[in-house]
C-alpha cells in the first residue's frame, strides 16, 4: 500500500496508449496510487471470506502470499481506470478567435477581482499595485501592452471566470473561460515558446496556465506548466536572494513570492501525482514571504525587514530549520496584524515542512537509510507539524482554545460571515492533509505483519510507533472531513474551501478511511476478545503480531463511518458540477459497496451514483467537453505528421495489448469503416470497452475488421486485409 519500507515501482507501460499517457505516473504518497491498491485488496475474495480468512487473527494464509494476490491483482488494474482527473480529455481550443479582443469592461473587473480576491493571496504570480495600475491604464486606451503581458491578463480572466462560475451557476457548460485560454495560447503559448528565453513575464503565464489547468482538473498537464515554471525560475535565478542595488526593494519581494507561488504549487501537485519533485529544503535562499501586504511596504517595521537580510533571516525563521533551542522562544510573526500575507508566510511555512518529509518518508532517496531512519524522520515531522500549529495566532486557529489538534472549532468555520474563514479553513485542510501525508504509509502494515512471529524489543517499539502514526491517519482524516460542513453546500466550498484542491483534500482524507474501514470489515466480525481504540493511540499486543493494527471499538468505527459517508455526500454534491469528482464518487462507492457487508453498514442512506455513471461513460468516449465549437484541442497527441508518437515512433496507435495476444493497432483515423453489421466504434470508444473486456476473461472473441486504405494519404499508404484476434 505504498508503505514506509517500499519503494516506487511502475508496474505498466504507460506509453502504452492515450488514456495512460494521459494519466501518467502515480507515486505512493498520491490518493490514485492508494484506491488502485485498495480496489485490488478488497477485490481479493468476497466479503464473507475476507472475514473468515483474509484479516482473521487465526487464518492460516501468511500476508506474504495475500501481498502476492493483490500485486498481480493491481497489475491488471490500470491506473487510468483508477485516475479521477480529467486528463483523459481534451481541452478545446475556441476558433476562430482575435487574441487582441477583451471582455466589457464590467465583466473583465468582475473577473480581475475574482482572481485578486480568491487566487492571488495564495499564488502570487503579478505584482499586485503595478499590474493593477496597468490594466487601468489599459482598459482607459492610456497604454498599449505587449502580446505577453496580454496572454497573463487572459489567464487572469480564464481564473477569475472560472471562480465566478462556480459561485453564481456551477452547473453551467459555459466555455468563456476556454475563450480566454485560446487568447493567452496565441499571445504567449505560441509554437516558438520553448526556443526562446525565459524572461518573468513568461514565468508568470507559466504559472496562472499551470493554476489554470489545475482548476480544470487537469493535473498531468498542470504538472507540466508547473514544471516549466519552476524550470524557468531556477534559470533567472528567483529562488536565490537578490542583492542587486539598481533593484527596487518591493521589486526584490515580490520576484520571491513568485518563487513560492512557484514552489506551493510545485508541492500541491507532486503530493496529488506521489512524483517525485526537484525542489528541495536547501535550493532556495530567498527569504519567507513578507507578512505585510504590499500597500504597507514602507510601515517602518516592513521597511527594516526589506533592508536587513539579517533580521529577516531571525524574524521570519522557518518552523522546518528552528533549532531546539528557539522553540521555546516566541515567534516574532505572530505578533503581526492578520492580512492576506501573513496567511500566506504560515502557509509556506508548512508547505515547506510537508515537502520535506515526502522527500524523506516518500521518496527513493530514503529508503537506503533503513526503517530506523525513516521513522526518525515521521517523528520528527510530527513534531515540527505540531510546532507549527502552536505557532499560529488566535485570528487563524481552527482549533479550539487549550485542546488538542483533534478538537476543531466549528463555529468559527462553518460560518461564512466569521472573521478570517476562508484563512482558518485553508489552513486547516493543509494541516490535517499534512498529517494524512506523514502517517498514511503506517496503515499499511496492517497487512504486512507476521502470523507468527516473536517480536523483538526494537520490534514491538517500532509496532508501537508504526500504530500510534495509523491512529493518527484516521485521525487527521476524519478531522479533514469534519472541517467541511455537515450539509454539502458548495457557496461555502467557494467561498470559504481552496476551490482548486477541494477534490484531493477530500480523496485523501476519503481514501485513508476507507483503507482503515477495509481492514475492519474484516476484524469487526472476529471473535477476538480484546477491542483497543484505534482512535487514540494503543500498543499492539504479542499475540497480535507486530505491528498489527488492533481493531475498532463499536463507538470509533462509527466515527470513521460517519466521516466516510459524509466525505461521500461531498463528493456527491461536488459531481453534480464537476466531472473529477463523478469519477472520484464512482471509485469510492464501489469500494464502499465491497466492504460495507463486512461491517454490516446500511448503505440505503448513503448517497447513490447510479446517475453519474452514463455521464461518466460519455466523458469517457469523448474528446473535450462537448459544448460549443471548436476547431482543435490542446489534448492532441499528433506530431507534425499527424500520427501518434509512440515509443516505436510509428504512425499507429498501440490500443491493446496483453499477454498471449496480438498488439491492436488502428489507423490513425478516428473512425474504422467495419464490415456490414458491426457498429462503427470511435478510438476512444473501442478502448473503453477494450479495458472492459480485458477484465473479463470469460469472454473469447474473434472477429475480422478490414480498414479500407487512405487515398488521400501524402505520407505512403496502407491498405489491405488486417485480421485482428482479439482472445479475451
Not at 461518466?616 to 497527441?637: F, L
Amino acid at each position: 500500500m505504498g508503505s514506509l519500507d517500499a519503494i516506487d515501482q511502475v508496474d505498466e507501460d504507460l506509453n502504452r496508449d492515450e488514456d495512460t499517457r494521459a494519466a501518467g505516473f502515480f507515486g505512493k504518497n498520491s490518493e490514485v496510487n492508494w484506491i488502485r491498491k485498495l480496489e485490488s485488496g478488497v477485490g481479493l475474495k468476497s466479503p464473507q471470506e475476507h472475514v473468515s480468512n483474509s484479516f482473521h487473527m487465526g487464518g492460516h494464509r501468511d500476508s506474504a502470499s495475500i501481498q502476492q494476490q493483490q500485486q498481480s491483482l493491481e497489475k491488471q488494474i490500470p491506473t487510468s481506470m483508477m485516475d479521477y482527473h480529467l486528463d483523459s480529455l481534451d481541452i478545446p481550443l475556441i476558433e476562430p478567435c482575435d487574441p487582441f479582443a477583451v471582455p466589457p469592461r464590467e465583466l473583465a473587473d468582475r473577473y480581475f477581482d475574482a482572481y485578486l480576491i480568491n487566487v492571488h493571496p495564495t499564488f502570487s504570480a503579478i505584482r499586485k499595485i503595478t499590474f493593477t495600475s496597468q490594466y487601468q491604464r489599459f482598459f482607459n486606451n492610456a497604454l498599449t501592452p505587449p502580446r505577453k503581458w496580454l496572454a497573463i491578463l487572459n489567464m487572469i480572466f480564464a481564473i477569475g471566470c472560472r471562480y465566478c462560475r462556480l459561485i453564481d451557476d456551477p452547473q453551467s457548460t459555459d466555455e468563456e473561460d476556454l475563450l480566454y485560454l485560446t487568447r493567452a495560447r496565441h499571445l504567449g503559448l505560441h509554437s516558438n515558446v520553448l526556443f526562446e528565453h525565459t524572461d518573468l513575464q513568461q514565468i508568470q503565464l507559466e504559472l496562472l496556465v499551470a493554476v489554470y489547468l489545475l482548476c480544470l482538473g487537469q493535473l498531468n498537464r498542470a504538472s507540466k506548466f508547473s514544471n516549466m515554471a519552476l524550470r524557468s525560475a531556477l534559470s533567472l535565478g528567483i529562488n536565490l536572494r537578490l542583492t542587486d542595488d539598481r533593484t527596487k526593494d518591493a521589486a526584490k519581494e515580490s520576484r520571491g513570492r513568485l518563487w513560492w507561488s512557484i514552489y506551493s504549487l510545485e508541492h500541491l501537485i507532486t503530493s496529488m501525482t506521489g512524483r517525485a519533485s526537484c525542489v528541495g529544503e536547501g535550493l532556495c535562499s530567498v527569504p519567507a514571504p513578507l507578512p505585510y501586504e504590499e500597500e504597507s511596504f514602507d510601515q517602518p517595521d516592513a521597511k527594516r525587514l526589506l533592508q536587513d537580510p539579517a533580521l529577516c533571516r531571525v524574524q521570519l525563521r522557518s518552523t522546518l530549520f528552528e533549532a531546539p533551542s528557539q522553540h521555546h522562544s516566541a515567534a516574532w510573526v505572530t505578533t503581526c496584524p492578520p492580512c492576506p500575507s501573513l496567511f500566506v508566510y504560515f502557509l509556506v511555512d508548512l508547505t515547506l515542512i510537508t515537502h520535506a518529509l515526502m522527500n524523506k518518508v516518500y521518496s527513493i532517496e530514503g529508503l537506503p537509510k533503513g526503517p530506523s531512519q525513516v521513522e526518525y524522520y515521521v517523528q520528527k515531522f510530527s513534531l515540527q507539524i505540531d510546532r507549527w500549529l502552536s505557532k499560529l495566532p488566535l485570528f487563524y486557529s481552527f482549533t479550539l482554545p487549550n485542546t488538542t489538534s483533534w478538537h476543531i472549532n466549528h463555529p468559527q468555520l462553518d460560518n461564512l460571515s466569521a472573521p478570517f474563514v476562508r484563512e482558518r479553513v485553508c489552513l486547516a485542510m493543509n494541516y490535517y492533509s499534512a498529517r494524512i501525508t506523514l502517517c498514511r504509509p503506517c496503515l499499511s502494515h496492517i497487512h504486512q505483519s507476521p502470523r507468527h512471529a516473536t517480536p523483538t524489543g526494537e520490534q514491538t517499539a517500532r509496532g508501537k510507533l508504526r500504530s500510534e502514526m495509523a491512529t493518527h491517519c484516521l485521525q487527521a482524516s476524519c478531522a479533514l472531513i469534519s472541517v467541511l460542513p455537515e450539509d454539502p453546500n458548495m457557496t461555502w466550498l467557494a467561498r470559504a474551501a481552496p476551490w482548486w484542491s477541494i477534490l484531493h483534500f477530500l480523496m485523501q482524507a476519503t481514501t485513508a478511511l476507507l483503507l482503515g474501514l477495509s481492514y475492519c470489515s474484516g476484524q469487526h466480525t472476529s471473535n477476538s476478545p480484546q477491542r483497543a481504540n484505534p482512535l487514540s493511540p494503543a500498543v499492539p499486543s504479542i499475540s497480535q503480531g507486530v505491528g498489527v493494527y488492533p481493531p475498532l471499538l463499536e463507538k470509533d468505527l462509527g466515527t470513521a463511518v460517519s466521516a466516510a459517508r459524509k466525505a461521500l455526500l461531498w463528493l456527491h454534491t461536488t459531481a453534480s458540477v464537476d466531472a473529477a469528482a463523478r469519477r472520484a464518487f464512482l471509485l469510492c462507492d464501489g469500494i464502499v459497496k465491497k466492504i460495507a457487508p463486512g461491517l454490516g453498514i446500511d448503505l440505503s442512506e448513503w448517497p447513490d451514483g447510479s446517475c453519474f455513471e452514463g455521464l461518466v461513460d460519455m466523458e469517457r468516449g469523448s474528446s473535450g467537453n462537448g459544448n460549443g465549437d471548436t476547431n482543435g484541442n490542446w489534448g492532441d497527441s499528433s506530431g507534425s505528421n499527424g500520427h501518434d508518437s509512440g515509443s516505436g515512433m510509428e504512425a499507429f496507435e498501440e490500443l491493446v495489448d496483453f499477454e498471449g495476444g496480438f498488439p491492436f493497432r488502428l489507423n490513425h483515423a478516428s473512425t474504422a469503416v467495419w464490415p456490414s453489421g458491426l457498429r462503427r466504434l470511435t478510438r476512444n470508444q473501442f478502448r473503453s470497452r477494450a479495458h472492459v473486456r480485458i477484465m473479463q476473461p470469460s469472454l473469447h472473441i474473434f472477429f475480422f475488421a478490414y480498414l479500407l486504405p487512405n487515398r488521400t494519404r501524402t505520407r505512403g499508404s496502407f491498405g489491405g486485409w488486417i485480421f485482428i484476434f482479439l482472445y479475451f
